[in-house]
T-cell receptor, first 114, second 116 residues
Framework: NAGVTQTPKFRVLKTGQSMTLLCAQD?????MYWYRQDPGMGLRLIHY???????AKGEVPDGYNVSRLKKQNFLLGLESAAPSQTSVYFC?????????????FGPGTRLTVT | QQQVKQSPQSLIVQKGGISIINCAYE??????FPWYQQFPGKGPALLIA?????SEKKEGRFTISFNKSAKQFSLHIMDSQPGDSATYFC???????????????FGKGTHLIIQP
């Protein structure tokens, strides 16, 4: 049981390049989330999904797109990277249960855009 | 507009002392209030959480105090240990009636150092 895994762990992009971050969970969770963490800012929600084939915008969605084609995977895309997107990106997942709402976080992807 | 305000930004406590971190929220629709612990290079991990139907929840050395009328909640770490040194985040969310919830709104974090 690997929990939540993220690929890649590190990446350096040049401005204007595109990339996709992959999040995978093996806990059969309905809900998945993408956050970004910047120094002194806490974590901020980018996009989230309440089930396969559904996505919704969070607090800071601009410049990102997401897809949830399979229940276990949640992809975060940057179509044209900007230096402001330099951050640590965390994926999380949780059950759809009224008794438990723990979000399980992955180890993060550190992205630098030059 | 910052919906969850956390203080202090950093905190130094002697081993064996009590660490206290405070948070205040604005959105009255929030009904789930967790605290997450994060070590350097790792993802956050749930420490303890509370719903607004209780004013206090205790798990081991960790206690959440919740004041619904003041829209404030706090984390108390009793008998603080060097291994508790980490960054702590409060958060808030709104739960769905059928289970699950919106994403979390986090505070900006508190860097806690426990001195031996």
């Amino acid at each position: 049981n690997a929990g939540v895994t993220q690929t890649p762990k590190f990446r350096v992009l040049k401005t204007g390049q595109s990339m996709t971050l992959l999040c995978a969970q093996d806990m059969n969770h309905e809900y998945m989330y993408w956050y970004r963490q910047d120094p002194g800012m806490g974590l901020r929600l980018i996009h989230y999904s309440v089930g396969e084939g559904t996505t919704a915008k969070g607090e800071v969605p601009d410049g990102y797109n997401v897809s949830r084609l399979k229940k276990q995977n949640f992809l975060l895309g940057l179509e044209s990277a900007a230096p402001s997107q330099t951050s640590v990106y965390f994926c999380a997942s949780s059950y759809q249960a009224s008794s438990s709402y723990e979000q399980y976080f992955g180890p993060g992807t550190r992205l630098t855009v030059t | 507009q910052q919906q969850v305000k956390q203080s202090p930004q950093s905190l130094i406590v002697q081993k064996g002392g009590i660490s206290i971190i405070n948070c205040a929220y604005e959105n009255t629709a929030f009904d789930y209030f967790p605290w997450y612990q994060q070590f350097p290079g790792k993802g956050p991990a749930l420490l303890i959480a509370i719903r607004p139907d209780v004013s206090e929840k205790k798990e081991g050395r960790f206690t959440i105090s919740f004041n619904k009328s003041a829209k404030q909640f706090s984390l108390h770490i009793m008998d603080s240990q060097p291994g508790d040194s980490a960054t702590y985040f409060c958060a808030a969310s709104t739960m769905y009636s059928g289970g699950g919830a919106d994403g979390l709104t986090f505070g900006k974090g508190t860097h806690l150092i426990i001195q031996p």
